[in-house]
């Protein structure tokens, strides 16, 4: 497993570099990504959202603001993961990217949001909040976002969000799902609250969808936005492998390997280490062993559900 990791670092850079040639847009993706007005959104300056699929692009365009030069740029990359779950991976915003990340959630119509990191680990900062405390609203942007509920389930800190865009007083709800038990370029020590992760963000989803009519892609971050967020995607992709026969289309990853390096062209550098790559496999073993619904919304403890069911 060692060697074929290694070896999806070699091939995935090779991907990117020959994607990248053969793409004219590429050098304005790394030129945007750096220019002076855009810099300083990047949590890590060796993180960018360089990623393509079908010769095209994948970074995430905001709506530009009139009279802002880069109003349009967030460190952010689409993920298309088949007909059944479409994503954005992303960095956690920094303080100042705060607001362009609820832009983010509101012009793509995302209802949930999948956190992989702490605030701080190893006594370094990883991420910055960007919502309020329970109960409490604040402004970022063009947005105020209000926490009306949260609890913890199974290591998951499940809060959900009202976002009211300040011009015009619409508003939407937005289930958050914090995972804690993740650390950072490494994997969980068991797959029990990886799982309980996944059935919660395919119920939230679902809700949503029924409740408020809003499909957008589920967004993942954790830190820089390509190890663990890499590693979760990966493995829901593969569950929709497992078991949704119309995910297996010609043009669907077959395996964990092709998985990964499909990841990577669309997002530089996802699945960062060797023990996350391991963990995949781990996660997608303990599931095959059981019941294809242990990854549908009747396995939720209905506490969990009240939570998300209040859009």
Request: aromatic fraction near 10%.
């Amino acid at each position: 497993m060692e060697k074929e990791f290694q070896r999806i670092c070699v091939e995935s850079s090779s991907d990117l570099c020959n994607a990248i040639s053969r793409c004219k847009e590429a050098e304005e993706v790394y030129r945007t990504s750096t220019a002076p007005f855009n810099v300083h959104k990047n949590r890590y300056k060796d993180v960018l959202p360089l990623g393509f699929s079908g010769g095209a692009p994948t970074r995430v365009f905001l709506q530009p603001i009139y009279g802002m030069p880069g109003s349009d740029y967030i460190n952010a990359n689409f993920i298309d993961a088949g007909k059944s779950n479409q994503y954005i991976a992303c960095q956690a915003p920094v303080p100042h990217t705060i607001g362009d990340f609820w832009r983010m959630i509101w012009e793509q119509e995302s209802t949930v949001i999948v956190m992989l990191t702490k605030l701080i680990e190893n006594d370094r900062i990883k991420a910055h909040s960007y919502w309020p405390a329970l109960g409490k609203a604040h402004s970022y942007g063009f947005f105020s976002v209000t926490c009306q509920q949260e609890e913890c389930q199974t290591g998951v800190v499940v809060r959900l969000l009202q976002m009211t865009r300040l011009e015009d007083g619409a508003s939407r709800l937005v289930t958050q799902l914090h995972f804690c038990d993740w650390p950072d370029s490494g994997a969980p020590t068991t797959c029990e609250s990886t799982i309980k992760l996944i059935q919660l963000t395919r119920l939230a989803k679902k809700l949503h969808e029924q409740k408020q009519g809003l499909c957008g892609p589920v967004v993942v971050h954790c830190s820089a936005g390509i190890g663990r967020a890499g590693t979760f995607v990966a493995i829901d992709m593969m569950l929709d492998r497992m078991f949704d026969p119309l995910a297996n289309e010609d043009t669907f990853p077959k395996s964990v390997y092709e998985c990964v390096r499909w990841l990577r062209q669309r997002r530089k550098g996802m699945v960062q280490s060797l023990d996350q790559y391991k963990f995949i496999f781990k996660v997608l073993d303990e599931i095959s062993k059981l019941h294809p619904r242990i990854i549908s919304e009747e396995t939720v403890e209905s506490s969990a559900s009240f939570v998300i069911c209040q859009c």
